[in-house]
């Protein structure tokens, strides 16, 4: 979407705005997974981040999957992107049986608000 053929092309013009452009295909017909390359400092921290074209209607839409980030991660990557709220879903079962210790794992990176996902349940995205 910020690419040179993207709708929001225009906002790398910004100055301090720059964004590394990442080509996801978002045709749903295609059915691949795509691995996106992440920076090494995620690497290093073992990191992996997958994207599918997932349908959405009219506008193209692209889902992404994170794989194999540890509490410490999560926590660093929070803290790192100024997030200003972390909702946790898909938790592997050896994170669910010790969510309490993987919660202070992730409290010591990331200084704000955490909650974990309850199904059914909604969440406000944004304000």
Same mark, same amino acid.
């Given at each position: 979407?910020?690419?040179? *053929?993207?709708?929001? *092309?225009?906002?790398? #013009? $910004?100055?301090? $705005?720059?964004?590394?452009? *990442?080509?996801?295909?978002?045709?749903?017909?295609?059915?691949?997974?795509?691995?996106?390359?992440?920076?090494?400092?995620?690497?290093?921290?073992?990191?992996?981040?997958? %994207?599918?074209?997932?349908?959405?209607?009219?506008?193209? !839409?692209?889902? $992404?999957?994170?794989?194999?980030?540890?509490?410490?991660?999560?926590?660093? #990557?929070?803290?790192?992107?100024?997030?200003?709220? /972390?909702? /946790?879903?898909?938790?592997?079962?050896?994170?669910?049986?010790?969510? #309490?210790? !993987?919660? %202070?794992?992730?409290? *010591?990176?990331?200084?704000?608000?955490?909650?974990? %996902?309850?199904? /059914?349940?909604?969440?406000?995205?944004?304000?």
């Amino acid at each position: 979407m910020f690419g040179p *053929r993207g709708a929001w *092309r225009y906002m790398n #013009t $910004f100055e301090g $705005f720059g964004i590394t452009v *990442r080509e996801t295909p978002s045709d749903v017909s295609e059915l691949a997974i795509h691995s996106i390359p992440v920076d090494r400092l995620l690497e290093d921290l073992d990191v992996s981040v997958y %994207a599918v074209a997932a349908p959405h209607g009219m506008m193209p !839409s692209v889902a $992404f999957r994170v794989d194999h980030a540890k509490p410490s991660a999560v926590g660093y #990557t929070a803290q790192q992107s100024a997030a200003k709220r /972390l909702l /946790l879903s898909h938790l592997m079962p050896p994170i669910e049986s010790d969510l #309490t210790d !993987s919660l %202070a794992i992730v409290r *010591r990176a990331y200084d704000g608000p955490i909650e974990v %996902a309850s199904d /059914l349940k909604e969440y406000q995205i944004g304000a």
